[in-house]
């Protein structure tokens, strides 16, 4: 994705979702964040999502506050924890 390890764990894999994510790729990110393993999926890289609102990543259950605090991370490169 282009992400670093750092960018990523911790994080929800919310962030990497838009509307044509495979269920299964979000489920195999899960379960790597959960046991600390590296691996890669197809989809949005972080090329793609610097520079572009974060609408595109919004569910309808998305809080404003998350929105903004990934918005944040992104324009600044930092961690969200």
């Known amino acids: 994705t282009g992400y670093t390890?750092?960018?990523?764990?911790?994080?929800n894999c919310?962030?990497?979702q838009g509307p044509e994510t495979d269920p299964k790729?979000?489920?195999?990110?899960?379960r790597s964040i959960e046991d600390g393993s590296d691996m890669s999926v197809?989809?949005?890289?972080?090329d793609?999502?610097?520079?572009?609102?974060c609408r595109f990543l919004q569910g309808p259950e998305?809080?404003?506050k998350a929105?903004?605090?990934i918005r944040r991370s992104?324009?600044?490169?930092s961690d969200m924890s």
């Open 42 to 46: 197809t989809g949005y890289t972080l």
């Open 48 to 53: 793609q999502v610097l520079g572009r609102n």
């Open 14 to 16: 919310r962030f990497l």
């Open 25 to 30: 790729a979000v489920e195999k990110i899960r």
């Open 5 to 11: 390890l750092d960018q990523v764990l911790g994080r």
């Open 62 to 64: 998305t809080d404003p």
């Open 67 to 69: 929105v903004e605090k």
């Open 74 to 77: 992104i324009e600044d490169g």
